[in-house]
């Protein structure tokens, strides 16, 4: 495993981050084995959500038991819309972030995360809260998820001129697998800055230096190795509704078409291939991968080694022709 620091938080985290958003974890079942597993390997930083059903309470047990909370880094997320309004106010967001903190066992989170934005809301008022909690040792950095860069650079700019600290991480829907669609529609919407229409997104990432922690990293599944480029009606049916809805076009079956044929000449899986083009960017970027087995996590791990060259990440992404 490979490890990088992020300003705020004091403890190095794994490049590649464990999601917690796996059916067991939703429904509050023990997933202590498998956390374990994941662990072994050197995953020291998981993602969650007040959200993500009683996905918090099932890694809270997990800390407890093993007495590691020093040792790991949580990302945890509120403020997501719910119950038919939006919830990006001062109020929602203190709620959720002592929700947390209950369900978690803990009394502080690494990294705290807006789940969603709301365009008709200042970002003034969010960034004053979660400075209070920073300043009170509660939460390290901070940030958005699903938000674009424009507000992100928004929220700061208040920042700046209130001297407060900013928003210093992201996490946006980043992958080889361009998310084209919304996956679940409706409401405050998702942020992607995956495909070549979104290259100022990420141009913006890497001049202020603000690292992406890059969710649905694998498409919800359809570069993890399930699906095969020549089969769109398969697909359909192995995927989950919100991944067909998000990710089931013929551009990314061309982009699956083209990590298979890599991934047949490096000697290794598609999955790796869709993990090491991100790893392979220009920007700093943490990919955020779930999966039911610790063995597919130990798989997905050895992209940590594959180099791609610029023309193969160019390729990959439908930017250029193969020579």
Known sequence: MKYQEIKYVT???????FGCAIPS???GEDADELLDEVYAQGITTFDTAENYGLSEASLGHWL?????????????????P?????????????????QSFERLGTDYIDIYLMHRDDLKVEPG????????YHKAGKIGAFGGSNWTHQRIAEANQYAREHGLIPFTVSSPNFG????IGDPWGGGPGCVTISGPSNAEARAWYRDNQIPVLAYSSLGRGMFAGLVKSNDMEGAKKILDPNAVKGYCYPENFERLARAEQLAKEKDCTVPQIALAWILNQDFEVFPLVSAKKASRIASNAKALDIVLAKEEVEWLDLRRDRR
């Open 176 to 179: 080889l697998c361009d998310q």
């Open 125 to 132: 008022p969010m960034v004053e809260i979660l400075n209070e």
């Open 11 to 17: 403890k190095s985290l794994s490049k590649i981050i």
């Open 25 to 27: 974890m939703i429904q």
């Open 82 to 98: 719910y119950d038919g309004r939006d919830r990006v106010t001062p109020e929602d967001l203190k709620h959720d972030i002592e």
């Open 64 to 80: 407890k038991n093993r007495g590691n909370r020093e040792k790991v880094v949580i990302i945890s997320k509120g403020c997501h």
